[in-house]
């Protein structure tokens, strides 16, 4: 599943990401998504991802949608100087999951915040819920 490595990117950012990332370009949504490009590579066989789709009433940051409904969507937002479940309850609030209408299997909401003072990521993940 890929949810497990956005979990573990977020975590290894903490640890090792400035070998990654340039010191320069480090405390920007861009950079983070570049990580989440790089956990992707991984799942590519899996996965189809798409960067700011619209959605709802905005644009999604990244939508993974699986080859196989055995694996679950992911609706992806990514924040900086916010909170991880704040970018969830974005997610809810402008209803992102939308634009997976036709898509039956499970959906997680995964919000990824960089805390640029302590220079750490949070990550929640939720199952999406359908009315």
């Given at each position: 599943m890929l949810a497990q490595p956005f979990v573990v990117c977020a975590s290894n950012?903490?640890?090792?990401?400035?070998?990654?990332?340039?010191?320069?370009?480090?405390?920007?949504?861009q950079a983070l998504g570049s990580v989440i490009q790089f956990a992707y590579i991984s799942s590519r066989d899996q996965y189809m991802m798409q960067q700011e789709v619209p959605a709802g009433?905005?644009?999604a940051d990244i939508v993974l949608i699986p080859v196989n409904a055995?694996?679950?969507?992911?609706?992806?937002?990514?924040?900086?100087?916010?909170?991880?479940?704040?970018?969830?309850?974005?997610?809810?609030?402008?209803?992102?999951?939308?634009?997976?209408?036709?898509?039956?299997?499970?959906?997680?909401?995964?919000?990824?915040?960089y805390d640029s003072a302590s220079k750490h990521h949070t990550c929640a993940i939720e199952k999406h819920v359908r009315n």
């Open positions: 950012r903490n640890r090792g990401g400035d070998a990654v990332i340039p010191p320069l370009f480090y405390n920007n949504e009433t905005g644009y055995d694996k679950p969507a992911i609706v992806l937002e990514l924040k900086k100087d916010r909170s991880a479940s704040g970018a969830i309850e974005q997610i809810r609030e402008k209803n992102y999951t939308q634009v997976l209408s036709d898509y039956y299997g499970d959906i997680l909401l995964v919000g990824i915040n």
